[in-house]
């Protein structure tokens, strides 16, 4: 047998092997392609808006837009570091009012954080108790569906200052 058919051998049992790995957690997997999808629209949403609408806020009661990037990128380290079991990485404190570049580039680094997070995310532990806020304590499986409704929120609210701002959100661009 041939090195190249060795090679492709192989990389079909890799294929296999990780399809079949993926069917085994489908919980897991439709989250991590969540959170990949999110993480594209969310990002693409902060890159869009201009520098200048970073303080728009619909209403004085509302947050800021540069106060939904912050927020995000805080919650992505809280949520992704109990979903995946890690230690989210210490990072200096960023203002909602800071320079666009450094809020988007840190909402990529928390995405970044969440991908390398959850990689290892398996459906064997998704009753698993984890800390939640205040000390209570949530399913693995509830702060995923927790995480999930928070990315959906934060997408829309995003999409709806862009529309009020003569933008489209990136979902609707496709």
């Known amino acids: ?26 919980v897991a997997a439709a989250f991590r392609d969540f959170e990949a999808s999110e993480a594209k629209n969310l990002i693409a949403a902060a890159e869009t808006v201009p520098a200048a609408k970073y303080s728009y806020k619909p209403t004085p009661a509302q947050m800021s837009f540069g106060q939904i990037v912050t927020h995000l990128s805080e919650g992505n380290d809280y949520f992704c570091g109990e979903i995946g079991g890690t230690k989210a990485p210490t990072r200096t404190a960023i203002a909602a009012t800071a320079p666009k570049a450094a809020l988007v580039a840190r909402l990529k680094e928390t995405f970044d954080f969440c991908h390398s997070s959850l990689a290892t995310l398996d459906d064997s532990n998704l009753n698993e108790q984890l800390n939640f806020f205040g000390g209570s304590k949530k399913s693995r499986a509830g702060v995923m569906a927790v995480t999930i409704g928070d990315w959906a929120d934060h997408y829309s609210q995003a999409a709806i200052y862009m529309r009020l701002n003569g933008m489209l959100p990136p979902t609707a661009k496709k």
């Open 1 to 26: 047998m041939s090195i190249r058919s060795c090679v492709v051998i192989v990389a079909a049992a890799v294929a296999v092997n990780a399809s079949l790995l993926r069917a085994q957690a489908p």
